[in-house]
T-cell receptor, first 113, second 114 residues
């Protein structure tokens, strides 16, 4: 079982719709969760972080965390063509005081006009 | 506020050679982590430096080594390059060596091994 799993997609949504991206993780010791956006040929850009169960909203983005189900999701409201990118889920586990991020393979999102 | 910077942007090497990549963290950050990203994959953790020491290491061979300087900048060295080392190498900076602190990535160095 992979440590962090994401559906590779592509996930296609029409402009203005809600895009829902999902991620599951295997290590119950995970404490911090992040979503990064990566445009083709560019480096990952941090868009959301979440540390406790529930929802966290930032503009058009909402991150949802359920530690009991080992599940984290990202909702993008009013999707725009500029949201078309690969979205990486990253999970942090504290081991020996370090701060290692484990990434999924990413979900490709396509927002269609 | 200066973000994370990396140099060089692109690099072409041949098998068996050695390479050094450089990273300067975001202003105010003291921790640098290095990742390797192959095409179509998520970044893979190589190691993390804090207080000039390697704090944690991923599943990479000893050919991969690093260093952190007193000004918090860092280098990644790869010896005896293999074709499979071709990838995007990412540096990420954060504040504090522990905790689930947010990591911010630099633009990356694209390494091609021929």
């Amino acid at each position: 079982q992979k440590e962090v799993e994401q559906n590779s997609g592509p996930l296609s949504v029409p402009e203005g719709a809600i895009a829902s991206l999902n991620c599951t993780y295997s290590d119950r010791g995970s404490q911090s969760f992040f979503w990064y956006r990566q445009y083709s040929g560019k480096s990952p850009e941090l868009i959301m972080s979440i540390y406790s169960n529930g929802d966290k909203e930032d503009g058009r983005f909402t991150a949802q965390l359920n530690k009991a189900s080992q599940y984290v999701s990202l909702l993008i409201r009013d999707s725009q063509p500029s949201d078309s990118a690969t979205y990486l889920c990253a999970v942090n586990v504290l081991t020996g005081g370090g701060n290692k991020l484990t990434f999924g393979t990413g979900t490709q999102l396509k927002v269609e006009l | 506020d200066a973000g994370v910077t990396q140099s060089p942007t692109h690099l072409i090497k041949t098998r068996g050679q050695q390479v050094t990549l450089r990273c300067s963290p975001k202003s105010g950050h003291d921790t640098v982590s290095w990742y390797q990203q192959a095409l179509g994959q998520g970044p893979q953790f190589i190691f993390q430096y804090y207080e000039e020491e390697e704090r944690q290491r991923g599943n990479f061979p000893d050919r991969f080594s690093g260093h952190q300087f007193p000004n918090y900048s860092s280098e990644l060295n790869v010896n005896a390059l293999l074709l499979g080392d071709s990838a995007l190498y990412l540096c990420a900076s954060s504040l504090g060596g522990g905790g689930g602190n947010e990591q911010f990535f630099g633009p990356g160095t694209r390494l091609t091994v021929l």
